[in-house]
């Protein structure tokens, strides 16, 4: 097995846990929050997907407990809890392998229109950072088909430590390395549902663009299709896949990022046009907007 290449861990040998970790991901937003009968064709995709690997499961809702995910609790998780979605204040679960590091998860997580109105939803997959790609994009071809979305992207990311007791240390150590691998995604969810009905995030490996994005920037869209590496169509919408392999995109060994920045340059008119900061107190709202305009606007990133 190869070693991570980014891989930083806590300093308590008591607590050994990835203070900064590369992984793959796959994050689509919806307009509405996901119905019952939705996410159980999501459920079965990404069950399909991962394999019975999970561990553990538990609501999205603050404070929910976790519950072991034996074969009485997924029964019951299949026929009980996921038909009464949003029925109660259940509106999202999220499942793991319970690994300390190169960890997997399926969540999906609905935004109450009413009380967090604006919000995107979201259906969110990560895998260890040496998965095969291909299973990623297969993922990603077949949520195409079960589904309307407005946008959503996969490929490496780094995944830090918020609400933890290294939430400093660890949104410090992915903003320097923000800076140099340009093609490893920083994620703050809710932060970027917040923006998803104004426009795409940013370009990754895989980017995917809806059919609302893509009619009204046709020719963006059409442009970033003769750019990127590979694409595939379907009615909710694009799929641009922007090379063979995900790749870190480091800087300082002046990694090839021209496929990249041709594909972020032709989608520019659907990015978003503002976004809140990310987690931790180096990330403010301008050098969050520069880090996903970092493609277009280098200069500034």
Known sequence: MSTNPILEMTPDPADPVPLVELK???????????????????????????????????????????????????????????????????????????????????????????????????????????????????????????????????????????????TIDSSNRLFALARRYWCCEIEDIDATAEQMHKGYKCVNWLTLIGEPLRTKFAAAVAQARAAAFDHVETASGVLLQLGERPILGDRNRQADLRTYTATAAALLPLQVQTHTAFWGPRWTEENTLAWLRRFTHPEHA
């Not at 079965?44 to 809702?61: E, Q, S």
């Not at 995107?120 to 997959?125: D, E, I, L, N, T």
């Not at 990603?140 to 490496?156: K, N, P, R, T």
């Open 24 to 166: 793959q991901h796959l994050v689509v937003f919806v307009d509405g929050a996901p119905g019952p009968q939705t996410t159980r064709r999501v459920y079965d995709v990404g069950m399909a997907h991962f394999g019975d690997i999970f561990k553990t499961v538990r609501a999205t809702a603050q404070g929910s407990p976790m519950h072991a995910w034996t074969p009485q609790f997924r029964a019951h998780f299949e026929n009980d809890l996921l038909p009464s979605l949003r029925s109660v204040h259940i509106w999202g679960y999220s499942l793991s392998d319970g690994k300390p590091k190169d960890s997997c998860m399926m969540m999906f997580h609905g935004y109450r229109p009413a009380s967090e109105p604006g919000m995107a939803s979201v259906y969110r997959f990560e895998f260890d950072w040496q998965v095969d790609p291909s299973r990623v994009r297969s993922l990603a071809e077949h949520l195409m088909g079960e589904f309307d979305f407005l946008s959503g992207y996969g490929g490496f990311f780094l995944q830090g430590r918020p609400r933890s007791r290294y």
